[in-house]
């Protein structure tokens, strides 16, 4: 059974600042996703990465993927309020995708 | 616009009920899912359906059934409600090849 773990699960961090979501996954894939999720709402495509060596930017948000490592890193640049949110990655196996825990982010003025 | 559409926001059924969690969506996509999402357990997968009539278990697939009559629509069925089966359910398509999935708002049940 393919695992996916991100951490932290939980990440506080003040307006301004850099930081880093991981994301470990167990069995080789070369498809990653990343979604965001506001309270209440359903989950929103952020980033699909096909191929080793990915990067993907948006805004504040880059993400990258390491099929070698089974890693990709959602990295959060000069974090603002509106990206409070919760984030999950989920890696594609066949026709089934496999999700993270989700990191739930608190930007904090 | 892709469109998941999901026909209840809110449910409160009762231990025992039958329920039923409708999911439609207007993509042709040939891949439908069904979560159930809990906190700090991300999202597990219930069921799969990569063609009308065809379905497969994910990981959690006890006390749930499936129904795809028609390539646009995909039913959550739980058979008799139980106070575990409360939770955030979710349904998502994509095309074939696993690409990117579309979700739609969820539907939140409470089973009394």
């Known amino acids: 059974e393919l695992k996916v773990e991100q951490n932290p699960l939980f990440l506080s961090m003040q307006e301004g600042k850099n930081y880093t979501i991981y994301c470990n996954y167990s069995?080789?894939?070369?498809?990653l996703y990343w979604y965001r999720q506001d309270p209440g709402k359903s989950l929103e495509s952020l980033f699909v990465l096909l191929s080793n060596g990915a990067v993907k930017q948006e805004g504040r948000l880059m993400a990258s993927l390491d099929t070698k490592a089974r890693l990709s890193t959602l990295h959060i640049t000069a974090a603002v309020h509106d990206l409070s949110a919760t984030y999950f990655c989920a890696v594609g196996h066949g026709n089934q995708f496999y999700f993270g825990t989700g990191t739930s982010l608190t930007v904090i003025p | 616009d892709v469109k998941v559409t999901q026909s209840s926001r809110y449910l409160v059924k009762r231990t025992g009920e039958k329920v039923f969690l409708e999911c439609v969506q207007d993509?042709?996509?040939?891949?439908m899912f069904w979560y159930r999402q809990d906190p700090g357990l991300g999202l597990r997968l219930i069921y799969f359906?990569?063609?009308?009539?065809?379905?497969e278990k994910g990981d959690i697939p006890e006390g749930y059934s499936v129904s795809r009559e028609k390539k646009e629509r995909f039913s959550l069925i739980l058979e008799s409600a139980s106070t575990n089966q409360t939770s955030m359910y979710l349904c998502?398509?994509?095309?074939?090849?696993?690409?990117?999935?579309?979700f739609g708002a969820g539907t939140r049940l409470s089973v009394l």
């Open positions: 359906s990569y063609d009308v009539k065809m379905k």
């Open positions: 993509m042709d996509h040939e891949n």
């Open positions: 998502a398509s994509s095309f074939l090849g696993a690409n990117i999935q579309y």
């Open positions: 069995t080789t894939s070369d498809r």
